[in-house]
């Protein structure tokens, strides 16, 4: 009954801020990266790299403002949990900083990029988008990015299933490309999809810490017996001879432009 209500409720009023405090560890070490296409397409057209001011909403534990960094782009990563901040790894160009999606504390049409990888279905859609406008400068760039897991890949749907089991089919496993909002945003019509395959190399340590880094997994010991055993069981049947499982995705790159002709109101949700 309670997971049933449960899915009616936006996952932005699920504790978004503080909801992966304990798996932030994890989170730095075991989460996938996303691929270099991506992040080139992300960047494209912007002008030199060193000349982009980029805002990583949703920053984590850094693993995407690093990419954007090794690309040469200057970065603010926003980050609301301070568990997640001090996991961050230092890097010259990217500048941590505590703030949300609704409200990320910078200044008017100050940046050239701004970013949300996979971070964008914890946001209130709404309020983050009309952030996100405000704060870009005319015709600059937002992207949102999510990693989803390919299920046609055997080993990866066998996975994906033991996480819905265990997460009690949780919302958020299926809400994952919640990007609707920006679709029908009038803030940012003509939204470009781009696609890219990508594959995370994990041993049984790295399986595990995989599966602990996702914020509802519950902590009970019985719960987590049975995850320990599942993991354990997909690891055995897909190993491969070098030791490692791959979990395989499709990172979906969502691009799309500031209209600086509508600036107080969006589209339907839908």
């Not at 049933?4 to 699920?14: A, K, R, V, W, Y």
């Not at 693993?63 to 010259?92: F, K, T």
Request: contains cysteine.
């Amino acid at each position: 009954m309670n997971q049933t209500n449960s899915e009616f409720i936006p996952l932005h009023q699920m504790n978004p801020l503080s909801r992966f405090s304990q798996q932030a560890g994890d989170y730095r070490k075991y989460r996938p990266s996303y691929p270099e296409g991506a992040i080139a397409t992300i960047v494209e057209g912007l002008g030199q790299p060193s000349s982009i001011l980029a805002a990583d909403i949703g920053a984590g534990t850094g693993i995407s403002s690093h990419l954007l960094a090794e690309a040469g782009v200057q970065v603010v990563a926003i980050e609301p949990n301070a568990a997640m901040r001090q996991e961050a790894q230092p890097h010259p160009l990217i500048q941590f900083t505590e703030g949300t999606a609704e409200a990320t504390n910078l200044e008017t049409a100050s940046v050239d990029l701004v970013t949300c990888f996979q971070a964008f279905h914890w946001f209130n859609p709404q309020p983050a988008l009309q952030e996100f406008h405000r704060i870009l400068k005319p015709m600059r760039r937002l992207a949102v990015v999510w990693n989803n897991r390919d299920l046609k890949d055997k080993f990866t749907a066998g996975y994906s299933e033991l996480v819905r089991r265990i997460s009690n089919n949780h919302p958020a496993e299926s809400r994952l490309t919640s990007v609707e909002p920006l679709l029908v945003s009038h803030l940012f019509p003509e939204v470009k999809y781009y696609s890219f395959s990508y594959r995370q190399k994990l041993d049984l340590e790295g399986l595990i810490g995989r599966a602990n880094s996702v914020s509802y997994i519950p902590k009970e010991p019985q719960v987590q017996q049975q995850l320990m055993s599942g993991l354990q069981e997909l690891y055995d049947s897909y190993c491969h001879q070098n030791g490692f499982v791959y979990i395989a995705y499709n990172t979906s790159v969502y691009l799309a432009t500031k209209n600086v002709g509508e600036v107080g109101k969006m589209g339907s949700q839908g």
